[in-house]
Structure formats: structure tokens, C-alpha cells
T-cell receptor, first 114, second 115 residues
Framework: NAGVTQTPKFRVLKTGQSMTLLCAQDMNHEYMYWYRQDPGMGLRLIHYSVGEGTTAKGEVPDGYNVSRLKKQNFLLGLESAAPSQTSVYFC?????????????FGPGTRLTVT | GDSVTQMEGPVTLSEEAFLTINCTYTATGYPSLFWYVQYPGEGLQLLLKATKADDKGSNKGFEATYRKETTSFHLEKGSVQVSDSAVYFCALSEGHSGGYQKVTFGIGTKLQVIP
């Protein structure tokens, strides 16, 4: 099992450009999450999904959109990148069937917006 | 709302030293508590967990006890190794109206172990 994978690993964008980060999991997990990690702030939840076709806002959703068309994939989009979105982005997934929900993380995407 | 407090560090220790990383939390209900570890260039991975008061989680020589009376979940290891150098995150989870367990993370404590 690959677990949770993320593409790309690194990306540099200019202000105003758009991009999509892809997250894939092969554990048949129902729940998926996108976090951003910034120095001194820990991990903050951007958006999450409790199942295929459903998404919801987390703590810091502004400037991001997400889609979950297939259970195994969770996409994070930046329509018009801003320097404030320079961060490391982590995708995670968890199973509905285990309590408490242990979250499994991908290796992260380091995004720089200039 | 829920919150988790831990020092950011870095904490620098010599190999074989005793480690304590403090974690305290605020929660409205009865959360589950976790320690996650992030090695350089990698994502977070679960180190240990505890689901109720007085539970002790343990893994790879690390331990933490769920102390409800002091709302704490301090991480300890008796003898650290260079390979333990990483960032350690304390976290709690509670049920959420969205149908999943919301996880709140601390800011992470960087541990540096020197030979």
C-alpha cells in the first residue's frame, strides 16, 4: 500500500496563477483533509470531506477550493495564488470505522508564491 | 473552542538524555489525545494515543499519560537517540457535527538530539 500520496512535491507560482494539488489514498478511507503548516502555527485545517461528493470548510478555507469526485482522491485548488498562501500543504485521511480516528498523512507539498 | 498548548522549542538534548515535552489542552468534552511525529521532509505519523483518563500510550520508548485533572498529556522518553530528532505534535480529537472527529493540533515542538 502506498498510503497517502501527494503531487507535486514542490511548486513555485507567481501571484495570480492557479494550480491544483492532488491527494490520493489507497486505504479506502471515508474522510480526507487538507491542512497547511506554517511556522509557529502548527497545522490548520483548510477543507475536509466526509465522503465522495461532499466537502466542507475548515478553519482557513478562504482562497481555496476542493473537490472529491472519487473516494480515493481529494483535490485542492488555488484559483489566484497569493504570497500568503506560501506554505507546506498536507493531505490526510482517516477511517470512519476506527475511533478515535487516526489520521494518515501524505509527505506534503511545499508551495512558494512569489 | 478546543486548543492544545505546547512549547515550540527547539529542545536540544544530548544523546541518552531524558526527554519531556509538555502538552496541555482545553476541550469541551472528553477528547482523545495523540502525539504525532514529523521527521524531516516527511508528513506526520501517529506516535501514540490515549482515549480516556489515566490511559497511558506508549510506542518506540515514548510514553504519555492522559491526565484529566491537570488536562495534560506530556510526552516522555527515558533515553533519546539522534534518530529521535523530529518535530512532535500534541493533538486532541472530539466528535464534530460534520460527522467526523475534528483534530486540533499544537504548534509542534522541534527536538534536536546531538551525539
Amino acid at each position: 500500500n502506498a498510503g497517502v500520496t501527494q503531487t507535486p512535491k514542490f511548486r513555485v507560482l507567481k501571484t495570480g496563477q492557479s494550480m491544483t494539488l492532488l491527494c490520493a489514498q489507497d486505504m479506502n478511507h471515508e474522510y480526507m483533509y487538507w491542512y497547511r503548516q506554517d511556522p509557529g502555527m502548527g497545522l490548520r485545517l483548510i477543507h475536509y470531506s466526509v465522503g465522495e461528493g461532499t466537502t466542507a470548510k475548515g478553519e482557513v478555507p478562504d482562497g481555496y477550493n476542493v473537490s472529491r469526485l472519487k473516494k480515493q482522491n481529494f483535490l485542492l485548488g488555488l484559483e489566484s495564488a497569493a504570497p500568503s498562501q506560501t506554505s507546506v500543504y498536507f493531505c490526510a485521511s482517516s477511517s470512519q470505522g476506527t475511533v478515535p480516528h487516526e489520521q494518515y498523512f501524505g509527505p506534503g507539498t511545499r508551495l512558494t508564491v512569489t | 473552542g478546543d486548543s492544545v498548548t505546547q512549547m515550540e522549542g527547539p529542545v536540544t538534548l544530548s544523546e541518552e538524555a531524558f526527554l519531556t515535552i509538555n502538552c496541555t489542552y482545553t476541550a469541551t468534552g472528553y477528547p482523545s489525545l495523540f502525539w504525532y511525529v514529523q521527521y524531516p521532509g516527511e508528513g506526520l505519523q501517529l506516535l501514540l494515543k490515549a482515549t480516556k483518563a489515566d490511559d497511558k500510550g506508549s510506542n518506540k520508548g515514548f510514553e504519555a499519560t492522559y491526565r484529566k485533572e491537570t488536562t495534560s498529556f506530556h510526552l516522555e522518553k527515558g533515553s533519546v537517540q539522534v534518530s529521535d530528532s523530529a518535530v512532535y505534535f500534541c493533538a486532541l480529537s472530539e466528535g464534530h457535527s460534520g460527522g467526523y472527529q475534528k483534530v486540533t493540533f499544537g504548534i509542534g515542538t522541534k527536538l534536536q538530539v546531538i551525539p
